[in-house]
């Protein structure tokens, strides 16, 4: 195995451990011999933390070792940002992410947001349980490009058509993209969203896409 994917895989098992000195140290040597940092991010830290985000829905980590694990990749990633090459921040496109009104489960939301601020996109976080009226008002008070919403229920995603429904009645010029557990891209077609991710780093992606990345 390369010092690069060698680097890639000590990242991802640095988050999982939650061992922040650990993903310290691997991030600075990723940066001394040259490593892209956003490839970094994506490949070792965001897998990593996808990796915790599947244990905790399975209930074989709790709250604790999330924290760890967060930790672990923010120290990161504070670390690696400031390397990151222009070319990987394709755009200032702003992004409003929350969870749904009647859901609090906010793992990959976070997830998502930590990699969207670390490709340079700017990000409004509303947090969990928001309603449709404040997806509404932030999209049109700060000229959003993109609202992001995500379920990890099957009660709370019913809520994302009114979602859609409210901005377009209202005119606001955005994109819409949804993720989640029970989410699925026939269901993001069904209700008229703009695209579905199944993961976090698939979110980034689709983000650059929809801004003309």
């Known amino acids: 195995m390369e010092e690069k994917e060698k680097i890639f895989e000590t990242l991802k098992s640095a988050v999982v451990s939650g061992d922040h000195e650990l993903a310290i140290k691997t991030a600075k040597r990723a940066i001394e011999i040259g490593i892209d940092a956003y490839v970094c991010i994506m490949e070792g830290l965001s897998p990593g933390m996808q990796v915790v985000s ?33 070319s990987s921040v394709r755009t200032n496109g ?10 609090i ?22 947090g969990k349980d928001v ?4 997806f509404v008002e932030t999209a049109k008070e ?4 993109i609202v992001g919403m995500s379920a990890l229920m099957t009660t709370s995603m019913i809520g994302m058509p009114d979602i859609i429904k409210s901005l377009k009645e209202q005119n606001v010029n955005c ?10 891209q026939s269901y993001a077609d069904s209700i008229g969203a703009d695209g579905y991710a199944a993961d976090a780093a698939k979110a980034v992606k689709l983000v ?4 003309g990345g």
Request: glycine residues 10%; hydrophobic residues 45%; neutral net charge.
């Open 54 to 86: 599947d244990k905790y829905e399975k209930r074989e980590v709790f709250v604790p070792q999330i924290l760890r694990s967060a930790r672990a990749m923010n120290m990161a990633v504070d670390i690696l940002k400031p390397h990151i090459p222009v």
């Open 94 to 103: 702003k992004i409003v992410l929350g969870v749904v009104a009647g859901d």
């Open 105 to 126: 489960h906010d793992i990959g939301k976070n997830l998502v947001k930590l990699l969207c601020e670390a490709a340079g996109f700017d990000v409004i976080d509303l």
């Open 131 to 134: 309603p449709v009226e404040k």
């Open 142 to 145: 700060e000229a959003t490009d």
């Open 175 to 184: 994109k819409v993209i949804i993720g989640g557990g029970p989410v699925s």
């Open 208 to 211: 650059g896409k929809l801004l």
